[in-house]
Structures are given as C-alpha cells and as structure tokens.
C-alpha cells in the first residue's frame, strides 16, 4: 500500500537552503500552511554541516568594503559567466541574513574590538568570510534547525528517498519517496514544493563531498523535462585531503597558510603574482595541477599525486583557535598534526555551478515548484565560485524561496488531487526497481564512473578524452538499466537506494559530458587544453541541457551584463 500524506508546500532537503526555506515559509505563512520538510538522511546531518571556512558578506563599508565590489569580485571570479543582475541582488542580501542568523544565536567569531570577525577568502579583496572557526555550516545548520522548531506546522521527516516528482501539464502535484526505515512507498501530496536536494559532487570518486550528494534533485529534473543550466561547471577545490578528499577550508591559506612543491617554492607566486595563494580556486586548482603534471608534486597513493599545505606561517595559537576541527581531521585521517607538518592536498570535486535553471525568486516554469540551493542555478557563480558565496547563496535564495512559495500559497486557490494512476505509477517504479534485469553490479559502474570522471572532466579536459568519458558514460547508463537489486527486504535497504542514486549520478554525467564537450574554450573550473583561451565572442552564454525524447538537446542562453564588461581574470 502508499502511504498518501497531505500538505500545503513540501521543502525537499534539509541542508541551509531547505532549513532557510522552511523558515521563512513558516514565518510568512503566519500558522496557515501546512509545510513538511523531507531529509534524505537527518535534519541535522545534511552535507552542508561539511562547511568549513565562512559565508560571504559585506559588513564593514566603513572600512573599505562596498557592494559593488563584492559584486566585481564576484563576476570577475566567475569567468563574466555570471548573471550581473542576480549578484547585485545577492551581494546587498548576504549581510542582512548573515546578522539574521547572529540574532538567532549563530556564534560568529569576533574581533578584539567585539564586532563580528572575517577572513580572507580566495579572490575576494577584502576579507569578508564571515566564520565559526572552522565549522561554520555545522553552526549555521544548528541554528536554523533550532529556529525551524519555533514553527509546529512544520512536520519533519527524516531518511525519506524522493524518487520522483507528480506533474502534470507544468504543475507541482507531489512526489513520490520511500521511507527508509521501513521501506514505506509514501507520496506527499502538495500544492507546491521547493527543491533544495544539493549537488552532483559524487559523479566523481575524490570528492569532498558526503555519499548522500548523488544529484538526485536534478536528476528527477532532467527526467521531468526540467531545464539544466551550465552543468559542466564543477569546481575543483584545490585542498581535498589525500586519499580521503576531505576538505581542508580556503581559510587556511586565508588565515596564512601556503602551497608548496615537492622543491619547497611557494609556487602560487608564478600563477598568481598579487593573489598567490588566494587567488580563485579554479586557478590555484590548475596551477596545483600543473605542478604534479610537470614533476614537481609528491608521489602518491593510487595515482593521488599531491602538494603540501603548509600550516606554519600561521602559528600554533592561532590554528589551535581558528583551525581545530582540520587539526584533528589531519591528525586522524593521515595521522599527521598541521602544527608539526604539512598536510597533503590536490584539487578534489567540490562544488556544482550549474544546476535547474530558475527566475532570480528561483521559480523552476512549472507551477508551484521552486528550487534553492546548490541545486538551483541562478548563475550567481557562473563558470567559478568564489569561496564563502555558497552558504550565503543557500541562506539569501532559501529565504527568497520559502517566501515566495508562502505567498504564492496564500494567495492561490489550487486543489490537488491523487489520482490512482499515481500510486500506480509509485508502486511500479520501486517494484522495476526490485526487478532483477541482470548481472550487473550497480557498486561496480558506480566505481567505474568515478573513475572516467576523475579521468576525463577533471581539472584539465580535451575533446579527445571527453569524447571517450561521453562514451564510456553512454556505456553505463545501458548497464545501469540491468542491474539487480541483491538485498530484498525493506527495512533499509541500502543496496535498493545505492542503485537508485547510481542511476541518477550516470544520467547527470552525460549531461555533464555533453556540456563540457560543446563548449570549445575554457572558462572558469571548466579548462580545455585544446581550446586555452576564453571565447567571449562565441561562449559568453549559458548552457541549457533538457530532455526530449529520451534524448539530451543542447542550447544555450544569453549572459545578464549590467555594468561590468568581460575583461583578463589576472590575479
């Protein structure tokens, strides 16, 4: 039997973006909505928690900060990719929202003086992370979550899989997911939604990202005929741990930190004269990159080649204060302690630019359905993000979100209905789920597309190994349809969810082969050694992926130029 559960707005994710959205839908909606907001694992446990180094604001004007120079260095750090109008937006947001969340007891760290302390981050040109130590997304998922509970008409509801969404004729029904714990099919029947599910980071195998960031979100977008935007735009961040891939914030080179070759030099200097090793990350990433490729990195395990992280120029005090947790990370992950050595890095999957192509209010085109969050694209970070602009991203476009969604909620007469062919349609889907089809092991492609990512549209790309990437990923997209499901029981079953994830991350790869093949130039994260330079005459637009027919169709949309023309990225 499915479960039907009724609701006014359904908040599909619980990290920043669907913890803010909820909010500000409670707060708006003033006790007349019914909301539930759907974890995928715990409402506390969300990847976002993984936030390390600051969330970006303009605070201090009087110092010498400004919003239009947020703004350049927000454009500028994007490669001219991003959308002019939604960073100006975005950039006079961010400090209201970030003193919103010290009022509701976020605990930001302070300078001698009592006001709220920031960071240096890389390409930004006035330290304007604003932190927690190094925990900043721990603290900020704990405050919103302590604040969401001030609303009791917001169900929560952990370890629920979304498999798949009900529209019909471009309008929001519901969706459809299975509840973990028990194997329940449910279908939360709603008016509206807003999508907040994360990334695609696990698309690759040395990543920072958690095993529940496996695009799902996206993927049910793609099959929805939803439009996907800039998808080959994934951020490499130049310090994931070796062979972990755990992150190792910006804000340790922010707060003094340096890169070293396997020669002892400071290398950065070359790369980036004035930014050396805050430049932005896809050029610190590609000078890393080009260090190992030319003999002057570290050998290491399984190919990991790496270059070291020199915590020293810090200081013991003050990587005991400000560095504590990537201390202990260091210390248990590698048993090396950053007071006494370096730690070993390379760039590692990080972050995904692209993502459902929304309105600057993140409204989707179908009715009563939004998106927030790292899986949106409102081109705020265009081919590169600066670092510290995603948390506040997730927090500014939460809260614009949940609001817009409340309003249109009250405002709106609409009656939905469940209809039997839904059930049917949610019953069917996770009995072919069960089905066996053959032989194939969903863990083995799964290994094997880590691999090609890792391999082909990484750091460095070219038409030759996209071609064979493309290929390959075609290749397992077919197994991926011949799989069986070993475990057949109910209660979590972990290998049903895992082959449910792997089919979603293998139908983002193509799309996310597809885009960097087409786009012959390099920009921001996405770097072609074929094609070197940026191409602003033909390239200085958006790439669109939808679905039709069973097949990807590329186009392209133009870029929103307020005020700042393309010039150099020189750092």
Request: hydrophobic share 40%; with cysteine; aromatic share 10%.
């Amino acid at each position: 039997m499915v479960e039907i559960l009724d609701y006014d707005l359904l908040v599909i994710g619980s990290g920043l973006a669907g913890l803010r959205a909820a909010i500000e839908a409670a707060r708006v909606g003033n006790g007349k909505l019914r909301i539930a907001i759907l974890a995928k694992n715990q409402l506390m446990r969300a990847h976002s928690i993984s936030a390390e180094g600051g969330s970006a604001a303009v605070l201090y004007t009087d110092e010498g900060d400004s919003f239009d120079l947020h703004a350049y260095d927000t454009i500028k750090g994007s490669d001219y990719l991003s959308d002019q109008d939604v960073v100006e937006f975005f950039v006079r947001q961010c400090p209201l929202d970030i003193l919103e969340l010290e009022h509701w007891g976020l605990p930001w760290a302070r300078r001698d003086d009592g006001r709220v302390a920031q960071r240096p981050f890389g390409g930004h040109s006035y330290p304007r992370a604003t932190f927690a130590s190094d925990r900043t997304g721990f603290y900020e998922v704990h405050t919103l979550y302590d604040t969401l509970l001030k609303y009791d008409n917001v169900d929560k509801f952990n370890e629920q899989f979304i498999f798949d969404l009900i529209i019909k004729k471009d309008r929001f029904f519901g969706a459809m997911a299975i509840d973990m714990p028990t194997g329940q099919i449910r279908i939360f029947k709603a008016r509206a939604a807003i999508l907040a599910t994360g990334g695609l980071g696990r698309l690759y195998g040395f990543t920072t990202y958690s095993h529940l960031v496996t695009g799902d979100g996206l993927a049910i977008a793609l099959r929805r005929g939803l439009r996907l935007k800039d998808l080959e735009f994934v951020q490499f961040h130049p310090t994931g741990l070796v062979p972990s891939g755990i992150l190792i914030t910006e804000g340790v080179r922010g707060d003094g930190g340096i890169l070293k070759n396997s020669k002892g030099e400071r290398f950065m200097e070359r790369y980036a004269p004035t930014k050396k090793d805050l430049a932005p990350r896809d050029i610190v990433s590609r000078s890393m990159m080009t260090e190992i490729l030319e003999g002057r990195g570290f050998k290491g395990p399984n190919g990991l080649d790496f270059i070291l992280l020199d915590f020293s120029p810090i200081g013991a005090e003050k990587i005991k204060e400000k560095l504590s947790q990537v201390r202990e990370i260091g210390i248990h992950y590698v048993g090396i302690d950053p007071l006494d050595s370096p730690l070993p890095v390379r760039p590692a999957a990080h972050y995904t630019m692209g993502g459902i192509d929304v309105t600057k209010t993140g409204f989707t085109g179908i009715t009563g359905l939004w998106a927030a969050g790292e899986v949106s694209c409102l081109s705020v970070h265009g081919a590169n993000r600066l670092g510290a602009n995603s948390t506040s991203e997730c927090v500014v476009f939460g809260k614009v979100t949940g609001g817009e969604a409340a309003r249109w909620l009250l405002t709106s007469d609409t009656s939905h209905s469940i209809e039997d062919s839904d059930v049917k349609d949610a019953e069917n889907f996770i009995a072919d789920a069960y089905r066996d089809k053959g032989d194939n092991d969903p863990y083995e492609i799964k290994r094997e597309l880590w691999a090609t990512m890792d391999r082909y549209a990484y750091v460095f790309r070219d038409e030759k190994g996209l071609t064979e990437g493309l290929k390959i990923v075609r290749q397992l997209i077919e197994r991926s349809k011949l799989t069986s499901v070993s475990e057949k029981g109910n209660v979590y079953n972990q290998n049903l969810i895992s082959t449910l994830e792997m089919r979603n991350l293998v139908e983002l790869a193509e799309v996310v082969m597809m885009g960097a093949l087409e786009r012959k130039e390099s920009r921001g994260s996405h770097f072609r050694t074929d094609y070197p330079k940026r191409d602003d005459e033909n390239y200085l637009k958006h790439t669109i992926a939808r679905k039709v027919a069973g097949k990807i169709e590329i186009s392209y949309v133009p870029v929103t130029v307020t005020k700042w023309k393309p010039e150099p990225r020189v750092y």
